[in-house]
Structures are given as structure tokens and as C-alpha cells.
């Protein structure tokens, strides 16, 4: 796991637990640093313990064991109000008996911060956002994207040096969140402001993050840059959750460097990577992206190819979606490009699939 | 504008139209009648149910706290008479006459002792007076009825007086009719009543009520001494001696003895002084002259410590008001039980909307507990708990802390009334703002956290101000209910501790004074509803939710 090492992490995590009943973790063994103006975002299924990583982190809800470290200090101990973190909620959780100027007056306030400042402050974070006409407005009378960034001035407003967002596009439209998700990144990286983003979108996460932590059961399954994320996931949990993905069952004939061969179920024999495999006769699961498969390929003698069948093809504009039938499995899916001299493949019809060995990764079986 | 009208209408001017060519609006009414009228139809039962049930008595109570036409129901001549006097010293001969037969026909009604009872409301003594008064007035009766008997038998006698005055056609019916079937009902004989206007009137009254109350025939029954005194006023003021009808030889010689100075005569005010004093003391009719109108503002006037009088509207003395105060009291205490509802509901509301399901549960069975026990055990448990040789004062001389002989009185007063009407009352005030309090996210909290707020700065500046209209709701359903609250102050409010509601309870089953009691709860009504509007004024009722 890559760490950043403790000496210039600015937000900590050590080997933090967490249980609610006392039965079982929803949080096993978490370590995690990040530095100073790092837009780091919690991906995870719901239920794989991201949020409660997010509440532990601003306060709401206590470590059972481990420590918070926030700037070298442990944050265990200290109550929420007291630790300086800027916080937008999935459901923004904007005052309703207050306008938006009163909330976002709210956290000045209560840090006695004189009038005169106090408004210059709120002027200044709703042009941030560009609000500035709202000041007046009810929470109520804003359309949900107004709502959105409402929130976030509100929480940047008092210049926290970290800021949490939990699933905060969640509510909003595809347009408009990806709208947001542009804003919020350029935000964030303008201000130099550290950010813990959760949620269970991946396009999200990979279009916003410097990294990301993928999360299931509990624990962190992989933490990395997004790219590295998609073309290297370290388990096939990491690779079925991260964009489209085909699998193919088989086990481990031997292993040569960074090359091993996988004999399939059906007693066809491919080419691949070795991510998680060490010896022969493991069983394996390979993962081979979409776009990564090549038709009737060129590959030169190395590699193998597979027989596949067509079973659907989907015309999808700027590229074709092809359903193919591999070696038993019938969900295999390749996306190609449409270019001009694209061939179409029609149901039915056989043909020879293939892959570069570097493309195709082995990795556990579970 | 936009294209949606579509091309049944052509250019952009004139009222839309539907594709008939009819105006939209016209056809749009039309379509929704039908609906409306179903709707109608669905909520007509229970409309009907509460119309009658409801709205109607109350109307009608409503109406009863102006209502007067007993007076000049009961004695119509009178108030004629008094309506043209003054009011300043006696009032005429002419009065104590009307007042004569006028009481006279209602003490044979039996009607007298109600106007006594509803002027007694206005002035002391009139219902004894009244009561006095119906046996008297046979007094001045007697000295005509006794002469004219004994000139002739007959003056005492059924039949010579039916034949005088009845019709005969009428007559014959009469002595046709046996008991059990129905009466021909009484005629003046023709020309009677311009003979002997007087008579005739009294004995058509006498025989009318004779057939219709008594079940009596008129022709066994002699008349009453008001019929002869009439005879007598009738013989007085004209000359008869020309007289040849049924019975000339009776009537003639009658006339001729009221005409004779020998003849014993007696005025209508000395009768009526003879009988009680107070007729000669002008209070009473000016009373009467007062309330003649079938409307009065009276008891309106009565309900807030005042009174109508010849001079005008002034207050009553000292000693006699009392509803002002009891109306001030009223409204205070149901103030000082809305504000200790609201102090012990709100922590019970908080930890209701915020516990665990199962635990809430559990807890709201306990608020709701008291609701599944009779409002009378509760009041009466009350009792138990701080009378003076109760519970709490028990635990207090055990501990030392009331000495045995200065046990508190905790209860018949102010205190026993406001701490049994707030247990009563609380649920009242739990469940609105429970309602409301479930309602606000916990993220809002999380959110004032995250901000920097303290624990209280979030209750105060983030949680409370969202709770409020769950305490506006309970505050409104406390205070009206108190505000109107009978059996608990009844019960443990002693003197000190009842309310507006118990003395209109008073007046409507033990004074009977209904008008009064509806004057006082009109005033309650208008006080509910003009709090109620207040209320929408400042608060918005708007911001009012029951759940």
C-alpha cells in the first residue's frame, strides 16, 4: 500500500477499527495518510464502511480503536465543533430557518468574528461560487444544484484547511453533477485545501481524484491514482467495481516473470499478467478490460487467441458494444471504437479474440 | 403566449375556447361540477351530522345570551304601557292595571315565578315579589266578584257568563261536547267585544286557556276575578241600560249597581301596594320598562361586571363583580399551564424523537398511558397526592422538612389546579411537538457541529428554532383546551383554583340563568378565537403542524 509516511501526512489514520455492536467491525484495520491539498475520495459499495471512515473522521462517530491524527495531533479526543473541519452533507443539511447568508454567517459567528468581516467573508465565498445574488434567499427557494454550492461556500467559508464531502452530488442530476464535480475539483485545488470525498460513483471518483481508496468489507482494497486505479487494479474486486470488466475463470499453469499462462474451463489456454497469483495450479480469475480486446488480432506468435461467438451487438454512437460468448461465458463484452473502416460484427457470427498478456491481469479467485 | 391553445382559437385575442367552440373557463366548470358535486355528496352525512349535532345548538345557545322576549311575552300590556313613561317617579294608574291582568293570566299559566326568576338576573327581590304577587292579585279581584255576586248568583255562576260572551252557535257545540274528544274552540259572541271590550278579552283568555290547559269546558266553570274586574272597568266607563242581548236583565242591573255611589271600588296601585311594597317603590318598573325589548345587551353586560340602567351602562358595585376576575384567572392559569406543558414536554419530545425505535415505542406507550385512564381517576389520584393529609405532604412531615401542624395546602387552590391540569394537558403538548421534532434531520445538528457550534449554540440557533412550530401547535391545543377546562378545577380548584367554564357550568344546570351562561361562553369563544388570530398574526399559522 502506497503510504505517504507520517512525517508529512496532514490527515492520519492508524490502524483504526471500528464496531458498532460490539459483534462485528464495519471498519477493519485502517491506515491511511494523506498530505496537505490531496483530493482523496472514499469509493465503496454501501455498507463497505467509507462513511463511517468520513464520521470518524469529522467527529460523529468514535474510533473503537486506533488513532485520528489531523496536522500530527491525535483528534481522538476532541469534539467535532472544536476540530476546524468544513463539512457539505448529502443532503446539503442548510439551515432552513436561515437565509443563505445567515448560514453561511453561522460558522463565523459562532467563532466571533466581527460584522464588518463576517460579511465580507460571506460576499467573498458566495462570488465563490458564484451566489452572489442568493444572499437574501431562503435555502428553500434554491433549485438543488443552488442548494449544492450553498453548502460547499458554507463549508469552505470559514477557510478549514480540511474538508469532507459525503456523497454530495448524490441528489443532483447527471448534467448538473458533472457540472459540479468539475467545480468542486477546480475548487479545491485553486484553494489548496485538503479533501476527503465519499462516494459510491466511480465515474466520480476517477474524474475528481488525485487518488482514491477503494473500499469493501471494511477495508481498503486498493489506494491509488485513478489511472492506475482502472489499468492495474490489485484484486478483482477492484476490477469488477471500477469500470467494465470481463472475467474468465481458470487456473495457474506456470508462472515465467511477469508472464503466466491460465488454463481456462473449457480447456483453452491465455496469456497473462500475474497480479495475485504466485504458483502454479492457484485458481484465478483474469480480468480483461473492454477496450483492451482486440478482434481477429495481429498479436504476432506469443500470444494465444480464443474462439468467441457474437451474441449482441449494440450500436452505441461513438462506439459499438459487442456480447460474445468466451469460453462458457456469455457476458463477455468488447467495446470498439467507431472508426470508418470499423467492422460491424453481426450475431452469430464466429470469430478470434485476443489480447496483449500486459492487458490481461490474473488475479485472485474470490 | 404560447402555441398551447392550439387552433380553436384564432388570433391571440378573446377568451380561450375548447375544441365545442364553448369558452374554456365555461367547460372547465362544467367538468369539475360534476366532481364537486360527488365530493358533496360523500361529506354530506357527516356535514348534515354536525349541523344538526353541532353547529345548531351551539347557534342557538349563542342566541340565548340576547334573548329577552320573556317579558314582553309574559306582559304585553305592561311594556306598552311603560314604553310611553319615563321612568321618573310611579308610573301611571294605567301600568298597575296592565300589570293586573297581565299577571294575572300568567299566574294562571303559572308563568309569573319564570319572570320572576329572569328579572331577579337584573333585580334582587323580583322573584319572591312575583311569586308574592301571583297569590295576591285574587285580592283585588274579590272586591268586584263578591258585589256582583251578590246582586245575582248568576255573576258566579259558568253558564250566565258563557252565554254573555259566547257565540251561539258555539255554545251548542260546546254542550254537545263530551270529554275525551276535542273542543269547539271558544267565540266571542258578535258585538261583544265592542260592548264590553274589556270583558271580553279577559273572558276569551279565561276560556281559551280554560280548553286548552285545563281541559275544562267553559260552560262548567265560572271565570276568574279578573273577569269581573273587567266587567266592572267595562260597566264604569260606558252606559249599558240599553242592553237586550242573552242575560240583559244580569247585565243591566250590574251596570246599574257600578253605577250607584254605594258601589265599592279599588285602584290597581293600592291593590298592588297591599300586596307587596315594593310595587310602590319605581325600581321595579323601571327593571321592567328596562328589559321590556326582546333583545338585550344584559347578560353581556352581566358577564363582564356591568350593568344596564335607566342612566345608561355602568359598573356593578364591588361586591358584585365577579366574572371579570374569574375571566383574568381563567387566562393566567391556562398561560401558566401552556408555559410548565411546554418546560416538561420539550426534553420528552427531544428524547422521544431521538431515541431508537424500540425505545421510543416503549416510551410513547408511557405518554399515551394516561390517555387510557379516566380523566376522573387521574384528577381524584391528584387529590390523593396533595391533600393535606395526602402523600406528598406525608413524605414532607417524615422528612422533617413541614412540620405536622403547617402542612401545605397544596391543593383546592391555584397550585392543585395548574399542577393536575399540566399532567392532564401534557400529552396534548408531547405529541405536536414530537411530531415536528421527528421531522428535523439529525444532519442539521451534525452540520452546526462541523461548523463550529458548541453544543447549546446548536440547540439554540439550529434545533430549537426548527421545533418551534410543534411548540406553537401544542401551545395552541393546551391553551384552548384549559382555557375551556371544567371537571379538574371543579374537582380540585376549590375556590381559588376554578375557572370561567365552572360558573358557567353553575349557571346553565344549578342558577338556570342559560342566558347568562351563553353571554359568558360567547366571550370565551370570541376570547379563543381572537388569541387564535393573534396567534396567526405573529406565529403564522402556517407554521402550525400536527404531524
Known sequence: MPDTGASDAFVAFERVQKSYDGESLVVKDLNLSLPKGEFLTMLGPSGSGKTTCLMMLAGFETATHGEIKLDGVSINNIPPHKRGIGMVFQNYALFPHMTVAENLAFPLEVRKIGKSDREAKVKRALDMVEMGDFGGRRPGQLSGGQQQRIALARALVFEPELVLMDEPLGALDKQLREKMQFEITNLAHSLGITTVYVTHDQTEALTMSDRVAVFNDGRIQQLAPPDELYEAPQNSFVAQFIGENNTLEGTVQQIQGDRCTVQLANGEVIDAKPVNVTQPGERTRVSIRPERVEVNPELGDTAHTLKARVLEFVYMGDIFRTRLEVAGNRDFVIKTRNRADQERLTPGQEVAIGWLPEDCRALDAD | ?????????????????????????????????????????????????????????????????????????????????????????????????????????????????????????????????????????????????????????????????????????????????????????????????????????????????????????????????????????????????????????????????????????????????????????????????????????????????????????????????????????????????????????????????????????????????????????????????????????????????????????????????????????????????????????????????????????????????????????????????????????????????????????????????????????????????????????IVGIDNVKLG
Open chain 2, 1 to 537: 403566449m404560447t402555441d398551447a391553445k392550439g387552433d380553436a382559437t384564432e388570433g391571440s385575442a378573446g377568451p380561450m375556447m375548447a375544441a365545442d367552440g364553448t369558452p374554456l373557463k365555461k367547460s372547465l366548470a362544467r367538468a369539475l361540477r360534476m366532481q364537486k358535486m360527488r365530493a358533496l355528496m360523500l361529506i354530506a352525512p357527516l356535514l348534515l351530522f354536525v349541523l344538526v349535532t353541532f353547529i345548531a345548538p351551539i347557534a342557538d345557545m349563542l342566541f340565548r345570551s340576547v334573548e329577552n322576549d320573556i317579558v314582553s311575552d309574559t306582559m304585553p300590556r305592561t311594556t306598552a304601557v311603560l314604553a310611553d313613561w319615563d321612568g321618573q317617579g310611579m308610573p301611571p294608574e294605567t301600568a298597575f292595571e296592565a300589570a293586573y291582568f297581565d299577571l294575572y293570566i300568567a299566574a294562571e299559566r303559572k308563568l309569573h315565578t319564570r319572570l320572576g326568576t329572569r328579572l331577579n338576573y337584573e333585580q334582587t327581590g323580583a322573584s319572591s315579589l312575583f311569586r308574592k304577587s301571583g297569590r295576591g292579585l285574587d285580592d283585588i279581584g274579590e272586591v268586584y266578584q263578591d258585589q256582583f255576586e251578590d246582586l245575582d248568583e248568576g255573576w258566579d255562576e259558568a253558564m250566565p257568563w258563557a252565554e254573555l260572551m259566547g257565540d251561539p252557535e258555539w255554545l251548542s257545540e260546546q254542550a254537545a261536547w263530551t270529554k275525551g274528544a276535542r273542543q269547539p274552540e271558544f267565540i266571542l259572541r258578535d258585538g261583544i267585544a265592542d260592548l264590553l271590550p274589556r270583558t271580553a278579552e279577559q273572558y276569551e283568555a279565561f276560556a281559551l286557556y280554560l280548553q286548552d290547559e285545563d281541559n275544562k269546558s267553559p260552560l262548567d266553570e265560572e271565570p276568574w276575578s279578573a273577569v269581573h274586574t273587567a266587567l266592572y272597568e267595562d260597566l264604569a266607563a260606558g252606559d249599558l241600560s240599553g242592553y237586550s242581548g242573552p242575560r240583559a236583565d244580569m247585565l243591566v242591573a250590574a251596570d246599574a249597581l257600578v253605577d250607584s255611589p254605594d258601589f265599592e271600588t279599588v285602584s290597581f296601585a293600592r291593590g298592588f301596594e297591599d300586596i307587596d311594597e315594593d310595587w310602590a317603590d319605581p325600581e321595579i318598573w323601571r327593571t321592567i320598562k328596562l328589559y321590556s325589548p326582546e333583545m338585550t345587551p344584559g347578560y353581556f353586560l352581566n358577564s363582564v361586571d356591568m350593568q344596564l340602567t335607566p342612566e345608561g351602562v355602568e359598573m356593578r358595585p364591588d361586591n358584585q363583580r365577579i366574572y371579570m376576575l374569574l375571566f383574568k384567572r381563567t387566562i393566567f392559569m391556562s398561560m401558566v399551564i401552556t408555559c410548565s406543558c411546554i418546560l416538561l414536554a420539550y426534553p420528552v419530545a427531544y428524547i422521544l424523537a431521538n431515541l431508537p425505535a424500540r425505545k421510543a415505542n416503549l416510551l410513547m406507550i408511557l405518554v399515551l398511558l394516561p390517555f387510557w385512564t379516566s380523566l376522573l381517576v387521574r384528577t381524584s389520584a391528584w387529590k390523593v397526592m396533595l391533600q393535606q393529609q395526602g402523600v406528598i405532604n406525608d413524605v414532607l412531615v417524615w422528612l422533617g422538612l413541614v412540620a405536622d401542624d403547617s402542612r401545605l395546602a397544596m391543593i383546592n387552590n391555584q397550585f392543585g389546579t395548574i399542577v393536575a391540569m399540566t399532567h392532564i394537558l401534557l400529552p396534548f403538548m408531547i405529541l405536536p411537538m414530537y411530531s415536528v421534532m421527528s421531522t428535523i434531520p439529525h444532519t442539521y445538528v451534525r452540520a452546526a457541529k462541523s461548523l463550529g457550534a458548541t453544543d447549546w449554540t446548536t440547540f439554540w440557533r439550529v434545533y430549537f428554532p426548527q421545533s418551534i412550530p410543534g411548540i406553537g401547535a401544542g401551545s395552541i391545543l393546551v391553551f384552548i383546551l384549559s382555557i375551556g377546562y371544567y371537571i379538574t378545577p371543579e374537582i380540585v380548584g376549590g375556590t381559588t383554583g376554578t375557572f370561567i367554564s365552572n360558573r358557567i357550568a353553575y349557571h346553565i344546570s344549578s342558577s338556570l340563568n342559560w342566558g347568562l351562561a351563553a353571554a359568558l361562553g360567547t366571550i370565551l369563544l370570541a376570547v379563543v378565537l381572537i388569541l387564535y388570530w393573534a396567534y396567526d398574526r
